[in-house]
């Protein structure tokens, strides 16, 4: 069984090897909430990074995989970094029911990651009450069109057909979009819901906007036919996406996604 890092007799380096430096998606600067990420290299981690970084080890941790640790120490990692630039230091995001981060009473956040970065999105705005921000590598447009079957809803995969955009890219706008989406409302919902429960309606590079529809009644604060705007962008190969739920929906419990 795997020891926590946190209770071994271990020399602490001066510098992770595991984390290798920032990266922030060049979302607008006037969003309220901050965005602390970061570059990481999987062939570079080993349990006694926890300590490096100054993460505690979760103990829900103990069977899982090389790879979600690893996944797990760099969200984390940004996690903690953003909640100090809040006024937050020394603060830690717990882990809750199906992975999800229990973030302190006074923060509202998301985490998300690739195989080599992760971001993670915290406010303090009393007029949050969810947040959900979501990193995408762009799939080639081979399998966009492979998996848009399981993804998209039918005025979406016309959009697609349409685009004079990579297939690859807007489909991958849009699969992030709807997990950052999900991310944002599952502490209200409480409760999973398929990919077709939103539409996206219209996508803007420029502005760096979106804006969707809600397609079921998800909750009394959220119904069919509500549209709602975000952020995304397109950055070095991936799309990040940001959607924020304001305060005219209902109050929500501390948890978030991963």
């Not at 807007?170 to 989406?181: A, R």
């Amino acid at each position: 069984m795997l020891t926590s890092p946190n209770n071994r007799m271990t020399c602490r380096p001066e510098k992770s090897l595991f984390i290798l430096g920032e990266w922030v998606p060049p979302f607008a600067q006037d969003l309220p909430l901050v965005i602390s990420g970061c570059r990481y290299d999987i062939t570079c981690y080993d349990d006694t990074e926890f300590n490096t970084c100054g993460v505690p080890f979760c103990p829900t941790l103990e069977k899982a995989a090389f790879k979600r640790r690893a996944e797990y120490l760099a969200g984390r990692h940004c996690a903690g970094n953003a909640l100090a630039q809040v006024g937050l230091v020394n603060q830690t995001v717990a882990t809750g029911p199906h992975r999800c981060p229990i973030w302190p009473s006074r923060a509202k956040g998301s985490i998300s990651h690739t195989s080599d970065i992760a971001v993670a999105a915290v406010t303090r705005e009393p007029v949050i009450n969810g947040v959900g921000i979501d990193i995408e590598a762009v799939v080639p447009d081979a399998m966009a069109e492979e998996l848009a079957r399981l993804v998209l809803t039918g005025d979406e995969h016309h959009l697609l057909a349409s685009t004079d955009d990579s297939k690859g890219l807007f489909f991958s706008s849009i699969f992030s979009i709807k997990e950052s989406f999900f991310k944002a409302v599952f502490p209200l919902v409480q409760g999973y819901f398929g990919f077709d429960a939103v539409e996206v309606t219209m996508l803007d590079p420029k502005t760096q906007r979106f804006q969707l529809r809600v397609q079921q009644d998800l909750h009394p604060g959220l119904v069919k036919g509500d549209c709602h705007q975000g952020n995304f962008l397109c950055h070095e190969g991936m799309v990040c996406s940001l959607f924020l739920l304001r305060e005219r929906w209902c109050s929500a419990p501390r948890y978030g996604t991963a």
